[in-house]
């Protein structure tokens, strides 16, 4: 078997939450060797987040098992100059460090990206932050929640009665997450090695709504919230059925012709208000209930499978535990389970990445650790004996 992408590096993940463990999943699933650095005594504040309450007393929260599968942990106090010691001698091993600390903080700890480069001038230093690391909200906090409204993600998320929504999951922290992940790999691609990245969560979300943002500034249209209609064309969206909703797409002349003619609604084509495809999409209203007038004398998954059999695209409307169930999800590996893991007490199933390199889903060996599980295998490679790592963790170091 090859080796993984990623598989002679190494990483110091010192970051919280989702953004920066999002990354850092992602790279310890190309197979980067991730030490995660936490807080002694509390670690990643993910630990103690997620629907199940007793995990999340035990320290492994849901939210922390969702993305830190395949790391190491252990634990530093970066305010005590031994840890801070230590940690620079660690650093002189890594190859990337991510984090995602409100700007100014890693410098007042005094391990900064400037001091961090006169120890490894080949360091990949990632600040993941809300806002990037200058300008005049550089000293603002920023969840998910802040960049979401900031980005205005919200403002076109529902429709015209419900916008503004928020999306409904941290989208903003995972695209984020997803961007800082990008540029460490393309990074580590450099010759010679060593980069200082600065992501900003409000500017990857706008990077994302690529398609609204130029919508605006190319073509100064406003935008607004739609709902499950696709703007760009008609009839595309959700549609009602029998028994729900389901999806079509027929964005193409010939899937409207096709459509139509499955239906039954030939005679719309003649219809001026529906005649080309800025025809339908003004009067999609009016277009859509014709549709849904037939739509609703059958089950959506009658529909599903017989437009897709005729080349227009359509699907189903399902729930998360729906989609997870789906052949198309589950046969692919995309989930990985572990069996009675440590400090958790039973088996968890978790997602990976979407991705397949030749064929295969990239896996990591090991569950999501408990804090601080690495210490002695971590600070002992760096020359600590038994003696000396009993001595700092006594005293707090780690």
Same mark, same amino acid.
């Given at each position: ?84 010691a230590l940690f620079l001698r660690l650093v002189q091993t890594a190859d990337v460090l991510v984090e995602n600390f409100r700007p100014g903080v890693m410098d007042r700890l005094g391990v900064g990206y400037e001091t961090l480069k006169s120890a490894r001038p080949e360091l990949i230093y990632c600040a993941i932050s809300g806002f990037g690391q200058d300008g005049p909200w550089v000293d603002r906090p920023a ?20 916008a503004p929504l928020r999306v409904g999951y941290p989208v903003s922290d995972t695209v984020g997450g997803m961007t800082a992940a990008f540029a460490v790999a393309a990074a580590l691609n450099a010759r010679p090695r060593g980069a200082f990245i600065d992501v900003s969560m409000l500017e990857a979300t706008l990077s994302t709504m690529g398609w609204v943002v130029s919508n605006h500034l190319i073509a100064q ?18 549609? @009602? /059925? ?6 079509? =797409?027929? %964005? ?5 012709? &096709?459509?139509? +003619? ?101 896996? @990591? /060996? ?6 601080? =599980?690495? %210490? ?5 490679? &760096?020359?600590? +004996? ?13």
């Amino acid at each position: 078997m090859p080796p993984s992408p990623l598989s002679d590096i190494r990483v110091l993940d010192l970051t919280n939450v989702l953004a920066g463990p999002f990354a850092c999943h992602h790279l310890a699933h190309m197979g980067a060797e991730v030490i995660k650095v936490e807080a002694v005594g509390r670690g990643d504040l993910a630990r103690q987040l997620g629907a199940d309450p007793d995990l999340n007393e035990k320290g492994m929260g849901v939210s922390f098992l969702a993305q830190n599968a395949g790391k190491k942990s252990v634990t530093l106090n970066l305010k005590d100059a031994r840890g801070k010691a230590l940690f620079l001698r660690l650093v002189q091993t890594a190859d990337v460090l991510v984090e995602n600390f409100r700007p100014g903080v890693m410098d007042r700890l005094g391990v900064g990206y400037e001091t961090l480069k006169s120890a490894r001038p080949e360091l990949i230093y990632c600040a993941i932050s809300g806002f990037g690391q200058d300008g005049p909200w550089v000293d603002r906090p920023a969840y998910d929640q802040i960049v979401q409204g900031a980005s205005g993600l919200m403002s076109i998320t529902g429709d015209e009665q419900s916008a503004p929504l928020r999306v409904g999951y941290p989208v903003s922290d995972t695209v984020g997450g997803m961007t800082a992940a990008f540029a460490v790999a393309a990074a580590l691609n450099a010759r010679p090695r060593g980069a200082f990245i600065d992501v900003s969560m409000l500017e990857a979300t706008l990077s994302t709504m690529g398609w609204v943002v130029s919508n605006h500034l190319i073509a100064q249209a406003a935008p607004g919230a739609h709902g499950n209609e696709n703007p760009t064309s008609a009839p595309s969206g959700a549609f @009602v /059925a029998g028994d729900g909703l389901l999806n079509i =797409a027929a %964005n193409k002349e010939a899937q409207w012709v &096709l459509l139509t +003619d499955h239906l039954g609604l030939a005679a719309l084509r003649k219809d001026p208000r529906f005649t080309t495809r800025e025809d339908r999409k003004r009067n999609r209203v009016a277009l859509k209930a014709a549709l849904e007038a037939v739509l609703r004398t059958r089950p959506a998954g009658h529909w599903v499978t017989e437009l897709n059999q005729i080349g227009v695209p359509a699907g189903p409307v399902l729930s998360v535990p729906e989609a997870l169930a789906l052949p198309q999800v589950a046969d692919r590996g995309f989930l990985d389970s572990f069996a009675d893991v440590p400090g958790v007490g039973r088996d968890i199933t978790v997602a990976t990445t979407g991705i397949k390199l030749d064929g295969a889903p990239p896996k @990591v /060996a090991t569950p999501p650790p408990e804090l601080g =599980a690495h %210490n002695a295998q971590v600070w002992g490679s &760096l020359g600590l +004996d038994d003696a000396e790592l009993d001595s700092l963790k006594a005293e707090g170091v780690i």
